[in-house]
């Protein structure tokens, strides 16, 4: 069964400090790996979408990592602010070329001033 | 361009009833997802649909349905209410190819009593 678990399950930081964020997936085949942010009562929104042949790709202040070999990725905040503070949910398609994808549960991530 | 709009954004029914939830994509956006989000399982899964056909289905019992018409907005209907099915129902949407970003609608807040 195609799944993807994530950790720290919440995770604390003061404003202005770096934090990173955990997903291993087991998803066969591989197509990529998408990280959303979910702010409360919202839908999540599109951070960065990986595939297989690309190990980092940065978006701002976020900066995700993938390493196809040990099915691992992070995501990296840099500098964090207040508006940072959401889940972030790590991402991986059921089946390659299509939109049926398996979410993990998500980091919630408070930055506190 | 407008973003994804979902009606309503809140409904409060009782068990036994049906809901009908409506989504209008992106203008141009072909594929339509939708998925249920509680607090103890996450985002899952519903279904696909692209060009009024379904194209992939989740592992939900067959009260939950849907359909896409023309112009491309879709709805999803839950027949015969159960507790379990309070959540949060988000639709998303994607110009139709697989890998790229969908983005989702601010969802519909559903509340069975």
């Known amino acids: 069964k195609n799944q993807v678990e994530q950790s720290p399950q919440s995770l604390i930081i003061l404003e202005g400090k770096n934090c990173t964020l955990q997903c291993n997936y087991t998803v066969s085949p591989f197509s990529n790996l998408r990280w959303y942010k979910q702010d409360t009562g919202r839908g999540p929104v599109s951070l960065t979408i990986m595939t297989f042949s690309e190990n980092t790709k940065s978006n701002g202040r976020y900066t995700a990592t993938l390493d196809a070999d040990t099915k691992q990725s992070s995501l990296h905040i840099t500098a964090s602010q207040l508006s940072d503070s959401a889940s972030y949910i790590c991402?991986?398609?059921?089946?390659?070329?299509?939109?049926?994808?398996?979410f993990g549960t998500g980091t919630r991530l408070t930055i506190i001033p | 361009k407008a973003g994804v709009t979902q009606t309503p954004r809140y409904l409060i029914k009782t068990r036994g009833q049906q809901v009908t939830l409506s989504c209008s994509p992106i203008?141009?956006?072909?594929?339509v997802s939708w998925y249920q989000q509680t607090p103890g399982q996450g985002l899952q899964f519903l279904f696909e649909y692209f060009s009024e056909t379904q194209r992939n289905k989740g592992n939900f019992p067959g009260r939950f349905s849907g359909r896409q018409f023309s112009n491309s907005r879709s709805e999803m209907n839950v027949s015969t209410l159960e507790l379990g099915d309070s959540a949060l129902y988000l639709c998303?949407?994607?110009?139709?190819?697989?890998?790229?970003?969908?983005?989702f609608g601010p969802g519909t807040r559903l509340l069975v009593l």
């Open positions: 203008s141009g956006h072909r594929s």
């Open positions: 991402v991986a398609p059921d089946n390659f070329g299509n939109e049926k994808l398996t």
């Open positions: 998303a949407s994607t110009p139709g190819t697989a890998q790229e970003t969908q983005y």
